[in-house]
C-alpha cells in the first residue's frame, strides 16, 4: 500500500478522503499541521506529501521536504502560487486539481453579490432584533446591467451562465479568449470602465498581481460592485478600502485575502484581530467576507479527494498524468 502525508487536515477532508483512498490503494497520515519549513519534518519516511493553499511551499520547505526524501507534491487545490517551482527542480513532482466543482465556486460568488445587492446579511441581523425598519436596505435590479468577468475558465465560465440566466449582460477579459455564446471580450481596462459588477476567476500570476489596484479604482463606475473568489492578491486590498470609503467601489464581497494564510481556516473569535486591514475591511457594512469557502460543497470535495488520490496512484505508478504541473 502506498502512503502519503497530509497536512493541515480538517474533518471535511477526511470524509472523502477515508472514503475513497482504500480504492487507490493509498495509506494517509492526517496532520493538523499546515506545510511549511519546521513542520515538513513529520512527513519522514513518506514519498509523497498532500498540501493545500494555506501551506507555505517555499525554499525552505522544498529543501526540507528533499531532504527527508519527499519526492511528489500533490495539492487538494487548483492553485499552487504558494509553491516554489523552481526549487522543487526535477526532483520533486508537483501535482494539482484543476477543475473539482466551477458551480461551487460561481454559485458563491452569486450568492455574495445577491447578499450584498440586497443587504440580506445586514437584514437577518436586523429581523434577529426584531427590526423590520427597511432604512438602507435598497438593492438593484440585476437584470440589464453590465457584469465584467475577468478569467474565462471554467468557473468564469460557469459564473457568465449564472449571469446570463439573470438577464445581465456579460463582458468579459482572458489573456487566451475563446468564444462563447452571450460574451462580448474587451480589453481589461474597458472592463473596468463599463462593468457595474467586476468578477475576478483568474489565477494569480505576476502578470495579475493586483490587476485591482489605485489606478484601476479610479477609472471603474462609481458605486460598482466586486468580487473576488479566485486570489486574495489580485486586488490591492489598500486601494480597495480606500475605493470604499471614497464611494467608488459600492460593495465587495471577498471570499478571499491577500493576507490570509495565517488566519483563514482558523477560529479567532476569542481573540484581538492583530490585522487591521482586515479590521477595516471587515467593519464596512457594504463589505462581505467569507473565508474561503466557495469551494465547500459535497460535490467539489469529492471530486477533489478523487482527482488527488488519482494523482498519487499515478506518482507511485509511474503514469502520466494531466494534472503534473512540473
Same mark, same amino acid.
Given at each position: 500500500?502506498?502512503?502519503?502525508?497530509?497536512?493541515?487536515?480538517?474533518?471535511?477532508? /477526511?470524509?472523502?478522503?477515508?472514503?475513497?483512498?482504500?480504492?487507490?490503494?493509498?495509506?494517509?497520515?492526517?496532520?493538523?499541521? /499546515?506545510?511549511?519549513?519546521?513542520?515538513?519534518?513529520? =512527513?519522514?519516511?513518506?514519498?509523497?506529501?498532500?498540501?493545500?493553499?494555506?501551506?507555505?511551499?517555499?525554499?525552505?520547505?522544498?529543501?526540507?521536504?528533499?531532504?527527508?526524501?519527499?519526492?511528489?507534491? =500533490?495539492?487538494?487545490?487548483?492553485?499552487?502560487?504558494?509553491?516554489?517551482?523552481?526549487?522543487?527542480?526535477?526532483?520533486?513532482?508537483?501535482?494539482?486539481?484543476?477543475?473539482?466543482?466551477?458551480?461551487?465556486?460561481?454559485?458563491?460568488?452569486?450568492?455574495?453579490?445577491?447578499?450584498?445587492? /440586497?443587504?440580506?446579511?445586514?437584514?437577518?441581523?436586523?429581523?434577529?432584533?426584531?427590526?423590520?425598519?427597511?432604512?438602507?436596505?435598497?438593492?438593484?435590479?440585476?437584470?440589464?446591467?453590465?457584469?465584467?468577468?475577468?478569467?474565462?475558465?471554467?468557473?468564469?465560465?460557469?459564473?457568465?451562465?449564472?449571469?446570463?440566466?439573470?438577464?445581465?449582460?456579460?463582458?468579459?477579459?482572458?489573456?487566451?479568449?475563446?468564444?462563447?455564446?452571450?460574451?462580448?471580450?474587451?480589453?481589461?481596462?474597458?472592463?473596468?470602465?463599463?462593468?457595474?459588477?467586476?468578477?475576478?476567476?483568474?489565477?494569480?500570476?505576476?502578470?495579475?498581481?493586483?490587476?485591482?489596484?489605485?489606478?484601476?479604482?479610479?477609472?471603474?463606475?462609481?458605486?460598482?460592485?466586486?468580487?473576488?473568489?479566485?486570489?486574495?492578491?489580485?486586488?490591492?486590498?489598500?486601494?480597495?478600502?480606500?475605493?470604499?470609503?471614497?464611494?467608488?467601489?459600492?460593495?465587495?464581497?471577498? +471570499?478571499?485575502?491577500?493576507?490570509?494564510? +495565517?488566519?483563514?481556516?482558523?477560529?479567532?473569535?476569542?481573540?484581538?484581530?492583530?490585522?487591521?486591514?482586515?479590521?477595516?475591511?471587515?467593519?464596512?457594512?457594504?463589505?462581505?467576507?467569507?473565508?474561503?469557502?466557495?469551494?465547500?460543497?459535497?460535490?467539489?470535495?469529492?471530486?477533489?479527494?478523487?482527482?488527488?488520490?488519482?494523482?498519487?496512484?499515478?506518482?507511485?505508478?509511474?503514469?502520466?498524468?494531466?494534472?503534473?504541473?512540473?
Amino acid at each position: 500500500m502506498y502512503k502519503a502525508a497530509f497536512f493541515d487536515t480538517k474533518p471535511y477532508d /477526511r470524509k472523502w478522503f477515508d472514503a475513497l483512498k482504500d480504492k487507490y490503494g493509498i495509506k494517509i497520515k492526517y496532520l493538523e499541521n /499546515r506545510l511549511n519549513s519546521d513542520t515538513a519534518v513529520l =512527513a519522514s519516511g513518506y514519498e509523497a506529501v498532500v498540501a493545500f493553499v494555506s501551506d507555505t511551499i517555499d525554499k525552505d520547505t522544498v529543501a526540507e521536504l528533499k531532504r527527508i526524501g519527499v519526492k511528489a507534491i =500533490a495539492m487538494r487545490c487548483a492553485g499552487f502560487n504558494n509553491v516554489d517551482l523552481k526549487a522543487c527542480g526535477d526532483d520533486i513532482k508537483v501535482y494539482r486539481v484543476p477543475a473539482y466543482s466551477p458551480a461551487s465556486v460561481a454559485e458563491h460568488a452569486m450568492a455574495l453579490l445577491l447578499t450584498l445587492n /440586497r443587504k440580506i446579511h445586514r437584514a437577518y441581523n436586523r429581523t434577529r432584533e426584531f427590526n423590520f425598519s427597511l432604512k438602507g436596505l435598497i438593492g438593484f435590479d440585476l437584470k440589464g446591467k453590465t457584469v465584467g468577468v475577468v478569467g474565462m475558465g471554467k468557473i468564469g465560465q460557469c459564473f457568465v451562465d449564472i449571469c446570463l440566466g439573470f438577464g445581465m449582460k456579460v463582458i468579459a477579459y482572458d489573456l487566451y479568449p475563446t468564444e462563447y455564446k452571450g460574451v462580448e471580450y474587451v480589453s481589461i481596462d474597458e472592463l473596468f470602465r463599463r462593468s457595474d459588477v467586476i468578477s475576478l476567476h483568474c489565477p494569480l500570476t505576476s502578470d495579475t498581481y493586483h490587476i485591482m489596484d489605485k489606478e484601476a479604482f479610479s477609472i471603474m463606475k462609481d458605486g460598482v460592485y466586486v468580487i473576488n473568489t479566485s486570489r486574495g492578491a489580485l486586488i490591492d486590498s489598500e486601494a480597495l478600502l480606500e475605493a470604499i470609503k471614497s464611494g467608488k467601489v459600492g460593495g465587495a464581497g471577498l +471570499d478571499v485575502y491577500e493576507e490570509e494564510t +495565517d488566519l483563514f481556516y482558523e477560529d479567532f473569535s476569542d481573540q484581538v484581530l492583530q490585522d487591521d486591514m482586515l479590521n477595516m475591511l471587515s467593519s464596512q457594512p457594504n463589505v462581505l467576507i467569507t473565508s474561503h469557502q466557495a469551494f465547500l460543497t459535497n460535490e467539489a470535495l469529492e471530486a477533489i479527494a478523487e482527482t488527488t488520490l488519482e494523482n498519487l496512484k499515478c506518482y507511485f505508478e509511474g503514469c502520466d498524468s494531466k494534472n503534473l504541473i512540473k
